[in-house]
């Protein structure tokens, strides 16, 4: 993965042209190991992205006397 710092939004794009890339089945095992494991970083990346997010919104609905938000559980 690049030194900067991506954006959710461009980390999803390069996890899914990866994953198309590894579907497609077309490269080299060397190739698709690489794919892989960047892959991997990118998946791991996109969800502390979105585990930060989820915790900002429970944080600001508590803050301003919402209901009560419960991140992973559905009513």
């Given amino acids: 993965m690049e030194n900067k710092e991506l954006s959710f939004e461009e980390a999803m ?3 899914e042209s990866i994953v198309t890339k ?4 077309d490269v080299a095992l060397e190739e ?3 794919y892989y494991q ?3 970083k990118l ?3 996109c969800h502390e992205k979105l585990t930060h997010a ?3 919104l ?3 609905m508590t803050e301003n006397g919402e209901q009560d938000f419960t991140v992973g ?3």
């Fill in 22 to 25: 590894l579907e497609e089945g």
């Fill in 13 to 15: 794009d390069k996890l």
């Fill in 38 to 40: 960047e892959g991997i």
């Fill in 58 to 60: 429970a944080k600001l």
């Fill in 43 to 45: 998946s791991a990346f």
């Fill in 54 to 56: 989820e915790n900002q």
């Fill in 32 to 34: 698709a190991l690489s």
């Fill in 73 to 75: 559980e559905e009513e």
